[in-house]
């Protein structure tokens, strides 16, 4: 006698068809804070381009910087949905030889802009991986006199293709030359600010 | 002698076959009701003889004849149906004549019949190339060897379709070793092909995208997230014995998603006679590095007559494709099937059990990158993608990457009814997994989209016997329920929401058959009731979007649950006329069918991960249907063949994914912390579609033969006139086929040399594009081949060579287009033994 056997294993219920979960959460960056620190002392100038919801939504805050001081930037990136929030920036300094982070936009002249005639600062890398190569997230930045402009910070991940490195010591050049396009990998963010030197 | 198939027409389906014990041989089942029939039975097998004159060439071919078998058991009246080449015909209606019969009966008592029989042709000492049992040479009686016999219950679907259709024989497919379910059918006329971000394919039938068409494995709905541009069917291309394409709308048939069309892909029937054989495959390709091998093995135990199963399975690991400048990095692949199927048969009862199960992992090129507009567009004018000069043509598959698995189980059972018709039952379960790895920072591991579709489905059919006219035609018809249960479950960056969905459909169909003439009308309706439960979150982001409203969904504590229900109506009428029967005939086909949204086009909500935009699902979508029309005129001739088809379609509501543009005419663009990317949103469009495809073989049986075949697909929205995107550009292709007669041993020898040219599209709308269509290409492929007659076995040996100039090209349908090139030369060997 011949008997057909359903697979009915397979028909067991799924029940977390109801449940959805937000996972994954913890790949994402929402907030990029950037702290001015005067190298005279005093209060820190504090910025943030936030979007704590992950919902295209962004809070921006503007940078006022004073001429008459000169700065160290602290760049750093949060995961705001995660509670408490979570500090990307230790990854990216635990991989600091997949990553940089270039400073761009009307308002700066640097590595990864070269001469910029309207800049209002200058900035130089303060930080150096395994390879010697900036990684970004620590910068010096100096004023270079009253005005206004746009600032866009891009944290590029730099992974390697077929076990072969693509961070190189000339990323910053490179992007002066051709733009963030040029570059290899991908931009894990890129937010503008306004910036503006009093 | 073993070559005689008994297949459906000597069987039949019941839905109580599931808990019904089959009654004995000859005993009429006794829970039937109206009257209880037993088809009648073959006594003793025939074989046509194989007629001298086709000796020269060697031809081989497939004639189906439908005979009548009266109340005595004898035959009488057989009728060709389809087939050919020609000479076959005679040997046919003669073997046809001599079958023997134990008459059938209705309540026991004898009544006549009707059967459609196949046989099948090939020269003396030339083992089977395809069906369920290959084997060695059948003598028969009067010394002149012959091939074996199938009997089947249905004609061959082409003969009778009022569609255009296309069949790819097992020869073809034996040839394509290997190849994914988009580049094996990319062959036919009006069928494209797609490349993705890997090594894989997507097929598009007359402009028509995967969404909008079927692909059903031995009869069971294909269910996957294959609404993907980069997420290829899950189909073992070595599980197909034929795959037949339907082009146009056949969702009456079939279902709602039928609107484009349907490819069917066919497993080879099981062995009906005692023994055991197999077949077995090992291919290597140059571009790739890439090695398959693949075996099958089907069997029958002479103890337990009607029973037979099969095991099947395949390997297949490439590395990196190239272009002809460089290498495609990180496209190397990985793949695996494993299949095993049981029938058991015997008189008025077929009972089918299956399973499936399907396993690639897929490096997506490095070029593919989602990166923000300026880069997109950098990258777009850059000769070869940057770092292309660092990627190696490795078999290590790397970030990112795709991993998929699909398994599908199913039961069938096929009873007689009183009447002579005959109820098809078929309950099937498929799980497709997708999971997609992206480049990530070290610390994160697992996948970053993770897709689960579980689907049951349960289809019922009744196929009503054929029922003579007083005025001398014939009615044919049948009706059917299906019914659909599904469950997507995703985790993931935010991409699309859980869903689960109850989906039932009823159709019937009549055709009226009248002298050379058949007509035939169908209709359907379905009903999907679905409920999408997103995440608070992604609830509050669709709401900050204004695609949900708050009233839209019942808000819960873990979910957001948005109920939505749709109906949809299909209708068709096709008709069939035998101009010059067996010369000339012409089909006509008038189909509407609609389809319901997919819950991506409802509810997408975030960065396309191989996509440069933001893609935003629009909830209030609704159904979207197809108006068509499409006439075919076949012609066969000794020394031509030929076929041309048109088509026009016009979809209401298509649902087009194309730039959202603002109030001022230009583009919305959506902010995110990786930067600001296009919106792409999926909005119901009013869509037309024509054009025409087919082609001319001159030759078809001569030792050399020209095959000739074109395309024309334009879409347009109508309110806009603009050109809608992808679609496919006209293509010619030619192929001269050299079939000299035997060389020494070998059989079946062939050389051929074919040349594609594919124009470029012009017909392009700037605004719905990202970037300008790729220039035209000219692809030239040339083959080599021939069999060995080994004994009982037969090796099979050929030698392939695609894109033999190296051209360097891109195409306008594939995604990898906005990337880099396809991929250069690939020489392929491979080696096959039917044993």
Redesign the interface.
Known sequence: MFTLILPLSLLAACTDVTNPDEVNAEEVITTVALTFTPVSGGAAVEAAWADPENDGSPVIDDIVLSDTDDYTLAVSFLNEIEDPAEDITEEVNAESDQHQVFLTGSAVQGPATGENASAVIAQAYDDADANGFPIGLSSSVMTLGVGSGTMTITLRHLPPENDTPVKTGTLADDVAAGGIESLPGETDASVDFGLEVQ | MRSLCIIAALTAFAPG??AQ??PAAQEPPAAQEPPVKVPPHLVGPVTPDYPPEALPERLTGRVTVEVHIAADGTVTDPVYVSGGPEVFIAPALDAARRLGFEHGTRNGVPVPYHLAVHFDFAPPADPASSGPSPEGNVPSKDGVPSKDITVYGYRSLATSETHAVTTIRVEDLERSGGDDLGETISNVPGVAMARGSSDSTKPIIRGQVERRLLVLFDGVRHESQKWGLDHATEIDPFAAGEIHVIKGAAGVRYGPDAIGGVVLVEPPPLRTDSGVGGKAQIAGSSNGQRVVAAARVDGSPVAVPG?AWRVEGNYARGAALSTPTYVL??TGSEEWNAGTKLG?SRDFVQ?E?S?HHFDLRSGVC?CV????P??F???LDADAP??SD???P?Y?I??PYQAVTH?V?L?R?VFSLSGGGKMKVT?A?Q?NLRQEFE??????T???Y?FTL?T?SLDAAWEQAEVGLQSGGSLTGGVGVSGTFQ????????LI????SFQGGVFGFERLKVGPVEIEAGARYDHLSRTA???P??F??SV??DTLGEEDCEVGE??A?CPAAYDAASASLGGLWHVVPQRLEARLDLSSATRFPNADELYMNGSAPTFPV?ALGDPSLGTETTWGVSPTLGLRLPWIEAEASTYLNCIDDYVYFAPELGEDGGPVV??????AFPRFAYRPIDALFYGVDGGVTLGPDAPVGLLLQGAIVRAVDTETQGALVMIPPDRVEATLKFSPPDLGPLHKAFAEVSGLYVFEQTHVDPNADLAPPPDAYFLLDAAIGAELPLGKHTLKIGLEAHNLLNARYRDYSSLLRYYADEPGRDLRLRVGLDF
């Open positions: 076959a599931l014990e089959p029973f990095g990180n058991y009972l059990a399973y490095y990158q989602s990166g923000t300026e880069e567009l950098a990258q940057t770092r660092i990627w190696t490795s290590e790397g970030r398994d189980a039961a059972s309950y379960f799980a480049q990530t920072r070290a610390s994160i697992g996948s970053q993770d579980r049951h469950e997507n479950v995703y985790r993931g960056l935010p929401p859980n869903f689960r439960y997103l995440t979150s992604a509050e982001r900050a979007r873990d979910a649950s933001y959506d902010v995110t912390i990786e930067g």
